[in-house]
């Protein structure tokens, strides 16, 4: 059944037979992350920049019913414009495959995806983690809890700006995820550098990274690994302003009502408009940066 449900393509099937350097991408900042057409231009420039950089592009998806590892140009288009993608997480994945939809994957997805496709190393924006009030609210991305499960190094610019940063480390610790910080001793905090949060680990070098995930391989270990890679500063927004501005848009998803896994689109959107486009422009700079140091790691993984 699995192999009826899992389409891989050529190019990435034989990458993976021949021990090179394969990266995950999501389809959740196709479908749900970005508007159009800067989503679709966003996806090929990921896809480009793993190239640059010596890898293959394996963007992730659900379509059909089924697994799709790596995409077709036409493929990234339906993504990015139809409004009937559903937005899938661990809890999700059985229903839609049986029930033949189609979906855009989220970070807790694209792992578990990445893992059966036999891919180690997925680039991402930011991964999901403990909401602000997750006190009153227990919201707590299934994505933390992946990290802990499913083996694949994961390259980020930290948890999205608009979550508890401390609050998603602490989670970390408890379930035994080792956390990287690449060329910093602070988690990053999406849309600016220094969250003030310090990693338990620090390298200095793609290699560094590739070695600690294949000594946790050989280990046995289960779980994944974060690397958490700050924005580059020349692309880095003021952090009072976009604070400011991350707090009136949970105001406004709290008036809207908004819940669940509609509250992660809902801000980010509402970013974009408050702050004038900017904090989708960082946005983009980032996920980018991300995707070129997961390749060096990997591309150092395969040496």
Do not use: W
Request: proline letters at 4%; hydrophobic letters at 45%; a negative charge.
């Amino acid at each position: 059944m699995l192999k009826h449900s899992l389409v891989i393509n050529r190019e990435v099937r034989d990458a993976i037979a021949d021990n090179r350097a394969v990266v995950a991408l999501e389809s959740t900042i196709i479908s749900h992350g970005m508007p159009y057409p800067q989503n679709v231009e966003t996806a090929r420039l990921l896809e480009q920049t793993v190239r640059d950089n010596g890898g293959v592009p394996a963007t992730i998806a659900i379509l059909n019913g089924k697994i799709h590892v790596g995409l077709a140009e036409d493929e990234l288009e339906f993504l990015a414009t139809d409004k009937n993608i559903a937005k899938a997480s661990r809890r999700d994945l059985p229903a839609l495959l049986a029930g033949g939809r189609h979906a855009a994957t989220t970070v807790a997805a694209t792992m578990i995806c990445s893992v059966l496709a036999g891919v180690r190393f997925f680039a991402t924006g930011g991964i999901g983690g403990v909401h602000r009030g997750a006190a009153e609210s227990m919201d707590v991305s299934a994505d933390l809890r992946e990290f802990a499960e499913t083996p694949v190094l994961v390259v980020s610019a930290g948890a999205k700006a608009i979550l508890d940063i401390p609050l998603t480390m602490e989670y970390l610790e408890t379930m035994g995820v080792p956390v990287l910080g690449y060329c910093t001793d602070e988690m990053p905090a999406f849309y600016y550098a220094r969250s003030g949060v310090k990693v338990p680990v620090r390298v200095d070098s793609a290699g560094e990274a590739a070695a600690i995930f294949k000594t946790s391989l050989a280990m046995g270990y289960r779980s994944g690994i974060l690397v958490g890679n700050p924005i580059p500063e020349a692309d880095a927004l003021d952090r009072d302003k976009i604070e400011a501005c991350i707090a009136q848009a949970v105001s406004d998803a709290d008036l809207h009502g908004v819940k669940g896994q509609q509250v992660t689109p809902f801000l980010l959107g509402r970013l974009n408009e408050i702050t004038g486009g900017d904090s989708l422009k960082t946005n983009i700079s980032l996920v980018r940066n991300n995707a070129a140091v997961c390749t060096k790691i990997a591309v150092e993984f395969f040496k």
